[in-house]
């Protein structure tokens, strides 16, 4: 498996529960400016959305997200504990956690946003 990577960005996660998996993998970091691998490839070419984590599996196919990537990585290695047993509710707690965080905590509020307001204009 290759994960690509960023420094800085949503792909720590991933590269932990693969580090923690055990599982065998290549970490290929990517430029987000230029979008390019860091062999050279175009990373458009790998990930039309432009964005990492994304992991190539082995027979050749690229999940992307994070939370996907969590997901399948802990659902590899069962004894390794990184995720509950799929179909229980403690599975489904923790991807209810996991769409929280990625939906809520990386992106400015609705409620901060909604505090700045415009400046009077003085005549």
């Known amino acids: 498996m290759q994960l690509y990577y ?5 792909s720590l996660a991933s590269h932990i529960a693969l580090q923690e998996s055990g599982l065998p993998y290549q ?3 990517v430029d987000l400016s230029s979008k390019k691998t860091s062999d050279g490839g175009d ?3 790998i990930n039309r959305k432009g964005y990492v984590p994304a992991l190539r ?3 050749g196919e690229v999940l992307t ?3 996907a990537l969590l997901a399948y990585i802990g659902e590899l290695q069962p004894t390794r504990q990184l995720i509950a047993a799929p179909g229980t509710l403690e599975n489904y707690r923790v991807r209810e956690w996991l769409a929280f965080i990625g939906t809520s905590c990386t992106r400015p509020s609705v409620r901060s946003s909604a505090r700045r307001r415009p400046k009077r204009r003085v005549r």
């Open 6 to 10: 960023a420094p800085g960005a949503c």
């Open 43 to 45: 990373y458009n070419a």
């Open 57 to 59: 599996l082995p027979g």
């Open 65 to 67: 997200e994070g939370t």
């Open 27 to 29: 970490a290929v970091r």
